[in-house]
């Protein structure tokens, strides 16, 4: 059984669903253009995630192995269509600007492999927790990635924040540069891919420098007990 | 080999299937209400930037004609024609266009022409331009749109209808020229199909349940 601590740092660091198992990669790559839309689909998929694995949870002992996977897929596709429906009921702005990637959360990989790997195997707080750090850990990148291209690409943050926080939120957008003409390669897919490249490069190289100076930790504590 | 297992199982899939499908049926049910109302006000402020609400008294999103014009409307498939009255006097027509030769496909508009033939406004209602550069047809992006309120057909003259690199009075954009040739030939034939056709578009009976 994982702890519950281990469960957090899976979702959120050493298995991250866009850094380390690189799934969802379609939405991931095509709406972060700005904070906001990265937000606004990480939410969505954390919502997705959190209720579909506490659903699995839920029914795990009563389905049979060789039905699972169409009962999941039938979990997942009822709650994607109606956070679909509430989102276009509720943030129609958001809704309108995230477009055909809300339907998609279906075919995000990480939410059928955490069903199967995590929430079919594990108590309905466990799963909750895993759906949980696991979405949280997919938001955060779509957050950062998000951010790094808007600013680099637009020379803003949190433009069109209205979408999701109503008309008050018009005046959050910062503009770091004025009269800037932008920098279409960041908003463009290349740019994406790019931004993506360096965030897993950014989380490899400080893996390995936390290795490197563990290392010698161990080593010491090894001499200390020989 | 026995059957039971499977018949368990197939019955319990059967059953997820109907609990999915009411759940869904129940939020489209509850929803579905608010969606319509969400697209209507949606639609209802794009006509009102185009057509101030003080201009006109009827009830403009049902006062729907559908036209149907390929060679300057820019679509095989019948377009709405909003219509805005005061005291049952014509004021607006509201046409939406598509301008099909895009940079990157469609572009739809919202073309609001006053009887004298004067543009109100014209407005993007979707797109797939290049971002950052063909985008800035959009009113939240730049004031270019703008550039049409109060054009007509005299005002450039025709032959004037184009951009500037086309020898026309619209600018363009840096690095973006296809685009706004795009939106300003599509312009120009709504206000050709205006004056072709613009008498008989307020005669006609609304038809709001057509929707081929």
């Known amino acids: 059984m994982t702890a519950y601590k281990d469960i957090v740092r899976d979702g959120l660091w050493s298995n991250n669903v866009g850094l380390v198992q690189v799934l969802g990669l379609c939405p991931l790559l095509a709406v972060t253009g700005t904070f906001i839309n990265g937000l606004g689909l990480g939410l969505a998929t954390m919502t997705t995630l959190v209720t579909t694995n506490v659903i699995v949870s839920l029914i795990r002992k009563l389905v049979r192995p060789e039905v699972r996977i169409p009962v999941f897929v039938l979990v997942i596709a009822s709650v994607v269509t109606v956070i679909e429906l509430s989102m276009s009921a509720y943030l129609y702005g958001l809704y309108k600007v995230l477009g055909i990637f809300i339907p998609l959360i279906v075919t995000n990989c990480s939410i059928i492999g955490r069903a199967e790997a995590f929430a079919s195997k594990n108590s309905v707080g466990r799963a909750f927790l895993d759906g949980f750090s696991m979405g949280l850990g997919f938001l955060l990148v779509l957050v950062t990635l998000g951010s790094l291209r808007e600013i680099i690409g637009q020379g803003t943050l949190f433009s069109q924040a209205h979408l999701m926080f109503g008309e008050a939120a018009r005046t959050w957008t910062i503009t770091f540069v004025h009269d800037y003409s932008g920098f279409l390669l960041a908003i463009l897919p290349p740019g994406a891919f790019m931004g993506l490249g360096l965030l897993i490069a950014l989380k490899n190289t400080i893996d390995r420098r936390k290795a490197k100076r563990s290392v010698p930790l161990a080593v010491k504590e090894i001499e200390s007990h020989a | ?212």
Not at chain 2, 120 to 147: H, K
Request: hydrophobic residues 40%; glycine residues 8%.
């Open chain 2, 1 to 212: 080999m026995t059957y039971r297992p499977v018949l368990i199982s197939a019955v319990f899939l059967f059953l997820f299937a109907v609990i999915g499908s009411g759940l869904v049926a129940f939020t489209h049910n509850s929803t579905a209400e608010r969606i319509a109302e969400n697209q209507r006000r949606a639609l209802l402020k794009s006509l009102n930037e185009l057509v101030p609400a003080s201009d006109y008294d009827n009830d403009i999103y049902s006062d729907i004609l559908y036209v149907n014009n390929s060679e300057l409307l820019g679509t095989d498939e019948a377009v709405p024609v909003y219509r805005a009255r005061k005291g049952g006097w014509p004021v607006a027509a509201v046409l939406t266009p598509i301008a099909p030769d895009g940079y990157n496909g469609e572009i739809r508009l919202l073309v609001a022409i006053k009887l004298d033939g004067t543009l109100a406004g014209v407005r993007v209602l979707q797109q797939r331009e290049t971002p950052g550069l063909g985008d800035n047809i959009e009113a939240e992006r730049s004031d270019w749109i703008l550039g049409f309120n109060g054009k007509s057909l005299n005002d450039p003259r025709q032959e004037q209808w184009k951009v500037k690199r086309d020898g026309g009075v619209f600018d363009q954009f840096t690095g973006a020229t296809i685009t706004p040739r795009a939106v300003v030939k599509a312009v120009k034939n709504t206000l050709l199909y205006y004056k072709q056709y613009g008498h008989n578009l307020f005669e006609q009976h609304p038809q709001p349940t057509n929707k081929s």
